[in-house]
T-cell receptor, first 115, second 112 residues
Framework: GAGVSQSPRYKVAKRGQDVALRCDPI?????LFWYQQALGQGPEFLTY????????KSGLPSDRFFAERPEGSVSTLKIQRTQQEDSAVYLC?????????????FGSGTQLSVL | TQLLEQSPQFLSIQEGENLTVYCNSS?????LQWYRQEPGEGPVLLVT?????EVKKLKRLTFQFGDARKDSSLHITAAQPGDTGLYLC????????????FGKGTHLIIQP
């Protein structure tokens, strides 16, 4: 596809369940970012990949959050033992290169609701 | 942590009016981006400003980067219902592609 694709679009989990969120970036894009967006708030940075290397994971809220991009394209964000405070929209973005002024292309996000 | 404060948080005006939203920080940014986000969608980049004092125009939207590169404004002339959305500013500190710092956004509603 032409844009960043995220799946599932919606996810409902019971507290304590593990979830996996998928991001398909634009083909050829080097940089991939995950953001968390709470209702009515701006996105907050979670983690950043340059190709398959995870260069920054300082935004991950706890060790229950894990992200990978093993072949430098598709990325998965995994949340173990979900808690209610994990409920949010998880946005994935990609950019062609690694400069700070690069245009970020966002997916539509995965809305996670933890009951 | 660099904090970007956006104001106002909410703004509802009539079609045809002008408006300005602000993005302020105590930190210096190497560049600043403005995004617009509609419900159920990801943010879409509107503009990137890099140079202190820079002004960029995109049709009825005018973006300005402060001289000290700590603040920015977005001015919309003759607002239209299609301008409704969440406007986010995002700053980059260094020259690399590390995650942008986003403000909490301005929720803008343009009433017909």
């Amino acid at each position: 596809g032409a844009g960043v694709s995220q799946s599932p679009r919606y996810k409902v989990a019971k507290r304590g369940q593990d979830v996996a969120l998928r991001c398909d970036p634009i083909s050829g894009h080097v940089s991939l970012f995950w953001y968390q967006q709470a209702l009515g708030q701006g996105p907050e940075f979670l983690t950043y990949f340059q190709n398959e290397a995870q260069l920054d994971k300082s935004g991950l809220p706890s060790d229950r959050f894990f992200a990978e991009r093993p072949e430098g394209s598709v990325s998965t964000l995994k949340i173990q033992r979900t808690q209610q405070e994990d409920s949010a929209v998880y946005l994935c973005a990609s950019s062609l290169s690694t400069g700070a002024n690069e245009k970020l292309f966002f997916g539509s996000g995965t809305q996670l609701s933890v009951l | 942590t660099q904090l970007l404060e956006q104001s106002p948080q909410f703004l509802s005006i009539q079609e045809g009016e002008n408006l300005t939203v602000y993005c302020n920080s105590s930190s210096v940014f190497s560049s600043l981006q403005w995004y617009r986000q509609e419900p159920g969608e990801g943010p879409v980049l509107l503009v990137t400003v890099v140079t202190g004092g820079e002004v960029k125009k995109l049709k009825r939207l005018t973006f300005q980067f402060g001289d000290a590169r700590k603040d920015s404004s977005l001015h919309i002339t003759a607002a239209q219902p299609g301008d409704t959305g969440l406007y986010l500013c995002a700053g980059a500190v260094g020259g690399g592609a590390d995650g942008l710092t986003f403000g909490k956004g301005t929720h803008l509603i343009i009433q017909p």
